[in-house]
C-alpha cells in the first residue's frame, strides 16, 4: 500500500464565499488585546463593588452575522444599548451588552447583600422595575472604564443609553449586518456567566479606517513613549528568589529540628529549581557555582502564565 495513502486526511476550515469576512485576524487579534485589558480593568471593578473575588476572561472574538446573535436571545433576555463615538462623532448603531440571566441575577443580589446564590436552572425570568434599575446601574459602571481600554489606539467615547427589554421584539441592526461578538466568562465563587458585546461591524470600519489614517503619528508617539518608559525602568531592582521545593512539616516537628537533620522536599536532586519574581514562576534553572558562589543557571523561561502559576 502507498505510504501516501496511509497518512490521515488534511482538514481545513469551510469558508463561504457568499459571505466574505470583513475583518482581518490582525484586527481581530488588536480587539482581543483591547478586551483583555477591558477584563482586567472591570474584573478589579467588580471585586471592589461586589465585595468578593471575580475572574473575566475573554473566551472568543468572531465576526458574525447580527441574526446569528438575535436568535440567541430569548423573550426573558435584557439588552444594555450603548452610543459609541468615535473621535467625537456618534454612530448611528448602538454597542450591545449582554449578561447571561444567571450572572444579572448573582450580581444584583451581591449588591444587596446577599451571597449571589441563584438557581442554575433559571432560563426566562421578568426583571422588576428595581431590578433593572440595578442593572443599569451597574452596566453603567462597566461601560464608563471601555474608553481607556482603546485610547492607545484611538478616541471612542461610550454612553449608556438605555435598556433594551425583550430584545428579540426589536431590530436594533438589520439581520443580515455584519457584527463582531466579544464573548466572555465571568466566574464568581458560586456561579458563572457569559458576558457579551456586540459591535457593529459599520463602526468597526470607521474605527480602523481612522486608526489606519492616523497609524504614522501614532507610531512615533508610542515608540517616543516607550523609550521614556523603558529609561525609567532600567535602574529597577527586583528581588529573585530560587526555589529549591516546598514541604509541609507539623509545629512538632519544626520544634524538635536541629542542625544535621534532613528535610525531605520530596524532589530528586537533579530537579530543576524555579526562580520566582513576584510570587511568580518566571523560569526555571539548575543549581551550581560562579567564582566559588552559589549560582543558578537559567534553563527555560515559563512564558505561559499557566507555567508561571504552577
Not at 187 to 207: A, D, E, H, K, Y
Not at 219 to 241: M, N, Q
Not at 259 to 281: A, F, Q, T
Request: hydrophobic share 35%.
Amino acid at each position: 500500500m502507498d505510504s501516501a495513502s496511509m497518512e490521515p486526511e488534511k482538514k481545513y476550515r469551510k469558508y463561504d464565499f457568499s459571505s466574505p469576512k470583513k475583518f482581518t485576524k490582525d484586527r481581530i487579534k488588536m480587539l482581543n488585546g483591547i478586551y483583555e485589558n477591558y477584563t482586567r480593568v472591570i474584573n478589579t471593578r467588580l471585586n471592589a463593588l461586589l465585595h468578593t473575588n471575580c475572574e473575566i476572561t475573554v473566551e472568543s472574538i468572531e465576526e458574525q452575522r447580527y441574526y446569528e446573535f438575535s436568535n440567541a436571545l430569548t423573550e426573558g433576555d435584557v439588552l444594555g444599548l450603548v452610543q459609541a463615538s468615535v473621535k467625537g462623532k456618534a454612530e448611528e448603531e448602538p454597542v450591545m451588552i449582554y449578561l447571561s440571566n444567571q450572572m444579572s441575577l448573582s450580581m444584583m443580589d451581591r449588591m444587596m447583600g446577599g451571597e449571589g446564590a441563584v438557581d442554575e436552572s433559571l432560563m426566562e425570568y421578568t426583571y422588576t422595575d428595581l431590578e433593572l434599575r440595578l442593572y443599569e446601574n451597574m452596566v453603567k459602571d462597566m461601560v464608563a472604564v471601555m474608553s481607556g481600554s482603546w485610547e492607545n489606539y484611538i478616541s471612542i467615547g461610550f454612553d449608556y443609553l438605555k435598556t433594551e427589554v425583550n430584545p428579540t421584539l426589536t431590530q436594533l441592526i438589520g439581520l443580515d449586518e455584519i457584527v463582531v461578538i466579544v464573548d466572555m466568562r465571568m466566574q464568581f465563587p458560586n456561579c458563572s456567566g457569559r458576558f457579551s458585546i456586540c459591535l457593529s461591524g459599520s463602526m468597526l470600519t470607521n474605527v480602523f479606517t481612522e486608526i489606519s489614517r492616523e497609524n504614522p503619528i501614532r507610531r512615533a508617539a508610542s515608540e517616543d513613549k516607550s523609550e521614556e518608559i523603558f529609561d525609567s525602568l532600567r535602574d529597577s531592582t527586583l528581588e529573585i528568589v530560587a526555589e529549591l521545593g516546598n514541604t509541609q512539616l507539623s509545629l512538632s516537628d519544626i520544634y524538635h529540628l536541629s542542625v544535621g537533620d534532613v528535610i525531605d522536599l520530596g524532589r530528586p536532586k537533579e530537579s530543576p529549581v524555579y526562580l520566582g519574581i513576584g510570587g511568580y514562576h518566571w523560569f526555571t534553572g539548575r543549581i551550581g557555582t560562579h567564582k566559588k558562589n552559589m549560582a543558578v543557571k537559567i534553563d527555560e523561561v515559563c512564558y505561559q502564565a499557566e507555567q508561571r502559576s504552577e
